[in-house]
Structure formats: structure tokens, C-alpha cells
């Protein structure tokens, strides 16, 4: 829909900001450590942790704080030990929320997930009361600069990506989980550094709000983003920027 944007679409846009806190980086540190400890330190062996070494190159992290992360997953150093919890619900207009955290204390992060819903008009669901809403993706976004739109097609393409588009001045390739791999080598191969990368989940379907209904739900959703626990946030929101623009 012309003029309209996807949360999925808006969210590499916060990534500059989110670096100069440093939130970056604490993400992609829990990501690769817990990375390690599931599927163990070797890069090349273990799929999720290649990915997640990637993406903090890619952020320009430097090598020591990765070769710590991948030590403190497979135990050669001390650390603290994360869970994977996922949470689902619901925003204001019927938007659906599904929330990735690594957190310490589970007991310390439900309530605190609860509590964010309800302060801004959402409300915490039961599992896979959305989940199911949405599919898994490989996503790569690549600046535009980086390269000529037809030959990073080729590259792409051939390594088995299912699409590519251009949204500003980024380039974004999509995959299934199974090829995300195979592409992300053809990229290492040919020198191009995704700003970033990884495996979102893609709504089937938008709910389009505007209004206050789509400013509380941006508000609600960017909640959920600054809380220190939460890795990942994805939501079927669809909303014209502009509109918002022109009633603030």
C-alpha cells in the first residue's frame, strides 16, 4: 500500500539509535553466548552462532567482546545463564505481538511484559495465541551504496533468495530459513556486509491503524523494544507515517 509502512519494514531504521545506547550490542552478546552454549562454539558448526558473529561484525563489535560471549556460552568462562521465552498478545486496534527475550529470571520478566500491555492498551495472550500469524524468514538489509541493485540481485538470486526489494535507501533480501545460509555466504563471498541480518518473523497479514490507535501502538511496541530482557519484537501493525506526521 502506497505511502503505508510495516513495523517489519521501520525497524532497521531504529538500529542507528538503538547502537549509540549501546543496546546493540548487549543483544547481539546474549545472542551469541546463548548461540554457544546450544549449539557450541564452533562457528562453522553451529549455524545460529555463525549468524549471530556475522551480525556483530557487522555492528562493528570488536573481537574480543565476541570471542567472550562464545567463552561464556560454552562455559570456559563464567557468565549468566539466559532462557529463551517467547510472549504473545495483543496491541490497541487488534494488533498481533510477538515478543523474543533472553532473560535471567523469567519470574522478573512475565510481569514486567504484563505490565507494558496493559499500560499502553494491549494485553499479554496465552502461547501461540498469534504466533501462528506469522512465518519465518531470513532477512538481510544492505545499504543501497553498497552496491549496484542488478548484480546484488545475481548474488542473491542465485544463492536461493526468494526476494528482493528496495525500501529508502536500503536494499532488503528475504529468504526461507533454509537458504538464509547459502545467502549469507554468497554475501561474505562477495565482500558486501548486510547492515543487519538475521531471522524475523514476516506477518501474513496487517492491521492497518491511524490515528491515535496507530500512535499508541507505535508507543506500546517501542516499550516493548527499550526493555532490556526482549532480543526481538514483531507485529502486524501497518500505518501511514505521514498521517502521523501531519496530526502531531
Known amino acids: 500500500m502506497s505511502g503505508h509502512s510495516k513495523w517489519s519494514t521501520i525497524k532497521h531504521k531504529k538500529a542507528?539509535?538503538?547502537?549509540?545506547?549501546?543496546?546493540?550490542?548487549?543483544?547481539?552478546?546474549k545472542?551469541?553466548?546463548?548461540?554457544?552454549?546450544?549449539?557450541?562454539?564452533?562457528?562453522?558448526?553451529?549455524?545460529?552462532?555463525?549468524?549471530a558473529v556475522a551480525a556483530a561484525?557487522?555492528?562493528?563489535?570488536?573481537?574480543d567482546n565476541i570471542k567472550r560471549a562464545i567463552q561464556k556460552g560454552t562455559g570456559e568462562l563464567p557468565g549468566v545463564t539466559y532462557e529463551e521465552v517467547s510472549y504473545e498478545g495483543y496491541g490497541?486496534?487488534?494488533?498481533a505481538i510477538l515478543i523474543e527475550t533472553l532473560t535471567d529470571n523469567r519470574m522478573r520478566t512475565t510481569p514486567e511484559i504484563r505490565h507494558v500491555f496493559s499500560k499502553y492498551g494491549g494485553n499479554l495472550g496465552e502461547p501461540n495465541s498469534v504466533a501462528w500469524m506469522?512465518?519465518?524468514?531470513?532477512?538481510?538489509?544492505?545499504?543501497?551504496?553498497?552496491?549496484?541493485?542488478?548484480?546484488?540481485?545475481?548474488?542473491?538470486?542465485?544463492?536461493?533468495?526468494?526476494?528482493?526489494?528496495?525500501?529508502?535507501?536500503?536494499?532488503v533480501v528475504q529468504t526461507t530459513v533454509e537458504s538464509f545460509h547459502a545467502v549469507q555466504q554468497a554475501l561474505e563471498a562477495a565482500s558486501i556486509t548486510p547492515e543487519s541480518q538475521g531471522l524475523i518473523r514476516e506477518p501474513q497479514n496487517t492491521v492497518e491503524l491511524d490515528g491515535k490507535k496507530a500512535e499508541q501502538c507505535l508507543k506500546l511496541l517501542d516499550m516493548f523494544?527499550?526493555?532490556?530482557?526482549?532480543?526481538?519484537?514483531?507485529?502486524n501493525l501497518e500505518f501511514d507515517p505521514q498521517a502521523l506526521e501531519s496530526e502531531a
Open 31 to 51: 545472542e551469541i553466548t546463548i548461540a554457544a552454549k546450544l549449539g557450541g562454539g564452533d562457528i562453522d558448526g553451529n549455524p545460529r552462532l555463525r549468524s
Open 134 to 171: 506469522f512465518d519465518k524468514k531470513g532477512q538481510f538489509v544492505i545499504p543501497a551504496s553498497a552496491i549496484e541493485e542488478d548484480r546484488l540481485m545475481e548474488i542473491v538470486l542465485e544463492a536461493g533468495a526468494d526476494d528482493l526489494t528496495q525500501e529508502d535507501e536500503h536494499f
Open 92 to 95: 490497541p486496534g487488534g494488533v
Open 16 to 29: 542507528a539509535a538503538d547502537a549509540k545506547r549501546g543496546k546493540v550490542f548487549t543483544r547481539l552478546i
Open 225 to 235: 523494544e527499550d526493555h532490556d530482557d526482549v532480543q526481538n519484537v514483531h507485529a
Open 57 to 63: 561484525k557487522g555492528s562493528n563489535m570488536p573481537a
